[in-house]
């Protein structure tokens, strides 16, 4: 036996024995039967709904019922329930096939590839804008407990929580009314975008992502902020914690690598949820700034009962739900060694 292969087998050897490899692959084995199981499941409550696209058609004297049946044929409406769920299916499985979508006549995949990128980019810097701050103002809450600067901040962490990203969209529209033109609230470039330079290009898209990014992220930072500070308080009330202090250790030290760190574990599973979540959160904003999201496609979707691209866009969101739980679980065992992936549920 070569060195090579002595090596190439340990390696799978070690491969095939590690905890974590054993636990993405049993987690992705369990996707798919949810995929499928959701896919069924989606398929159906979209045929349950009353019409399809083609009533709409129907509608339409300029629309002959030749053309209809033409279109039945083409997107295969014309076969039962079932048969279109099957071939939808093992399109899907085979060739990584969406479907073609009924309104923009394009393939499935092509258009969520397109709008993908604009709603990660939104979503991702409203997280890192919404734990950049509320992480911080939870730990000081909790530090100064009942103080008047924690108390001010609950009051500020009560105030987001009372308004809905609906209720911040149009409050932010009506910001963007009376200060226009400081904040552009349509699409995600300017006109004159190709014009500029690279740089000039990267601070345009940021500067129409300003509103957007404050609707999505208001809500989600008070939540957060309240419950980094309810993780902290009960972790700084722990018997090990008084221990290192009455060793006289540093408070700084007591608090951001004694407290801190077992204080982030739920954190860390709700980042996983947030990540779920960016597809449904990007909604709201989307519609109200005009944002060429996936938020804004699926909407149009569902209103025009386009088939195809709904059911790509409800698998996307279980994908993304099942990635982020995943993700959650492998920065738990990152941020805490003691814990066994086998044990988490």
Known sequence: ??????????????????????????????????????????????????????????????????????????????????????LWLVQVVTRGNFGTSFVYFRPVADLLWERIPNTLLLAIASIIITWGI????????????????????????????????????????????YTSPLFPVGGMTSINHEDLSPLGKFLDVGWHMILPTIALSITSFAGLQRITRGELLDVLRQDYIQTARAKGLPENRVIYVHALRNAVNPLVTLLGFEFAGLLSGAFIAEQFFNWPGLGRLILQAVTAQDLYLVMASLMLGAVMLIVGNLLADLLLKAVDPRIRLEDLK
Not at 53 to 63: C, E, R, S, T
Not at 140 to 159: E, F, K, M, W
């Open 1 to 86: 036996m070569t060195s090579t292969n002595f090596y190439s087998r340990n390696w799978l050897q070690s491969l095939a024995t590690n905890e974590t490899f054993l636990y993405v692959v049993k987690r992705g084995l369990q996707a798919l039967l949810t995929l499928l199981l959701a896919s069924a499941l989606c398929f159906a409550i979209i045929k349950l709904a009353p019409g399809d696209y083609l009533d709409v058609l129907k509608q339409n004297p300029k629309v002959s019922p030749e053309r209809i049946d033409e279109l039945k044929r083409q997107f295969g409406l014309d076969k039962p329930a079932i048969v279109q769920y099957w």
């Open 134 to 177: 509320a992480i911080p103002m939870g730990i000081i809450g909790a530090v100064n407990q009942n103080r008047l600067v924690d108390r001010t901040l609950r009051v500020i962490s009560y105030i987001g929580q009372g308004f809905p990203s609906l209720i911040t969209a149009l409050l932010l529209l009506i910001v963007a009314q």
